[in-house]
């Protein structure tokens, strides 16, 4: 009982710390310089991205669809597009603006103050991993907890108006909810709906299904009954979360005439990650050799994508050897904790490099009992896959963490038995010495990886 209440007590201290940070984080002032697009509501957007997000809503609100933005204010939009049908940006974000909008206005407090709300439950999601992966250890469900609660990533995102912070939300329930005991047919439809909710939010996720299978193959392959039951769960699950999308699917249909399930901005991603000349960024209307002269101002969004996936593939089928040189950098620069310069970069690159360290030692104590889990680390190596193939960004690292985060919290206690903790002071010292000099050390790595 003692030990019930001392756990509760840390817990909840965890979560104030979060709490504090993360509403500390929306006064901070921003390093991206002064915003770049001003909307008619005297809002300041600083990303492309949320400017995009918050119009939309807009959009929506005003009874015009989900359109391009039609209005002069700020709008980076190529003219032959406003006004125009949107199928690039995924719609889930946007419409959880525009509900949100419709309550409390069209300003960014009351979403932001939503998704402190979400990232404390990120906290509690990230120690529930830690607990499966543990097998119910609350030491390393707390360390765990604690992590997300600094962790500069998941403190940043809370603030912007960009999709993330519901999205590491809705993939995090949902791993949480898969990895485990089965909670019965209930559990599978109500799992079905975050995937797809998460889906509508960020389209990468629309190819999770299969490995779903797979992952309940690698974590039963010994128990055929259980087996089959994993699967029959895993088919519910599926198809609720497709259909869930389906009447996005077939408004895209409708507007372009072929089957794009949530957006065509996956097309635009893979030319922005493989195009040469190309960096790991961009906006989705930016500079860059093989742009302009390929996608005129009028071409529809819908259009965009096809156009330059061609290209891209055929400059890929020009020069192969530097299409592979391209995914190996990728590769390493997912895994590289260097995202351009946003404030938290350097204190990311210190919290990144323990994680990794401690997520190795995780994986090796979990040699022999990770199958339980298997989903985590199919996800982890899915995830991986998808972003080298198409655009490597480390914000788009950031779904995984909070698996990375759990196998590392794992690490950490598993070095900390007697006898071991040298090797765990051994690690700490080792990377505050190598990002002291962190400066130093990414200008090495960008000139390996050309940048």
């Avoid at 609660?149 to 949902?174: D, G, K, N, S």
């Avoid at 690698?218 to 519910?236: I, N, Q, T």
């Amino acid at each position: 009982m003692e030990a019930g209440k001392s756990v509760r007590r840390l817990l909840g201290a965890i979560l104030l710390v979060a709490l504090a940070l993360r509403l500390g984080n929306l006064g901070a002032p921003s390093t991206s310089g002064p915003g770049r697009y001003p909307d008619k509501f005297g809002n300041l957007y600083y990303f492309s991205d949320d400017y995009d997000y918050s119009m939309l809503a807009v959009g929506l609100l005003e009874g015009k669809g989900y359109i391009w933005w039609d209005e002069p204010e700020g709008n980076y939009v190529p003219e032959g597009l406003r006004g125009q049908p949107c199928t690039i940006r995924a719609p889930g974000y946007p419409f959880f603006l525009a509900a949100v909008y419709a309550v409390f206005g069209v300003h960014p407090l009351g979403v932001q103050l939503l998704q402190v709300g979400m990232g404390l439950l990120v906290c509690l999601l990230v120690r529930d991993l830690a607990l499966r992966v543990s097998g119910g250890s609350q030491g390393v469900g707390l360390l765990a907890a604690a992590w997300a609660a600094v962790w500069p990533a998941f403190i940043f995102y809370t603030r912007a108006l960009l999709a993330e912070t519901l999205f590491l939300f809705l993939v995090t329930l949902f791993l949480r909810n898969r990895v485990g005991p089965s909670r019965g047919r209930r559990g599978d439809l109500l799992d079905g709906l975050v995937l797809g909710a998460a889906m509508l939010v960020r389209s990468p996720v629309v190819f999770l299904p299969p490995f779903l299978f797979l992952a309940d193959y690698l974590g039963h392959r010994g128990d055929r009954p259980a087996l089959l039951a994993r699967w029959r769960g895993s088919l519910v699950v599926s198809v609720v979360a497709l259909a869930v999308i389906t009447p996005w699917t077939l408004r895209n249909y409708g507007i372009s005439g072929r089957i794009e399930p949530v957006s065509s901005g996956g097309s635009i991603t893979f030319f922005l990650g493989n195009y040469p000349g190309r960096q790991q960024g961009g906006q989705v209307f930016g500079l860059g050799p093989g742009f302009e002269d390929r996608v005129g101002e009028g071409t529809p969004d819908h259009a965009r994508g096809p156009i330059l996936m061609r290209a891209t593939l055929e400059a890929m089928r020009a020069d192969p050897a530097r299409a592979g040189r391209k995914f190996v950098e990728k590769a390493l620069w997912f895994l590289y904790p260097f995202d351009g310069p946003l404030y938290y970069l350097g204190r990311y690159n210190v919290h990144w490099g323990l994680c990794a360290c401690f997520f190795l030692v995780g994986l090796w104590a979990l040699r022999r009992t990770w199958r339980p889990t298997a989903l985590l680390w199919v996800f982890v190596a899915y995830y991986f896959a998808i972003h080298v193939l198409v655009q490597s960004l480390t914000r788009y690292r950031l779904i995984c963490e909070p698996t990375l985060l759990a196998g590392a919290a794992l690490g950490a206690a598993w070095l900390w038995r007697p006898g071991r903790r040298a090797w765990a002071l051994a690690l700490l010292a080792l990377n505050l010495a190598l990002y002291a000099r962190s400066d130093a050390l990414h200008a090495m790595v960008a000139g390996v990886l050309g940048r």
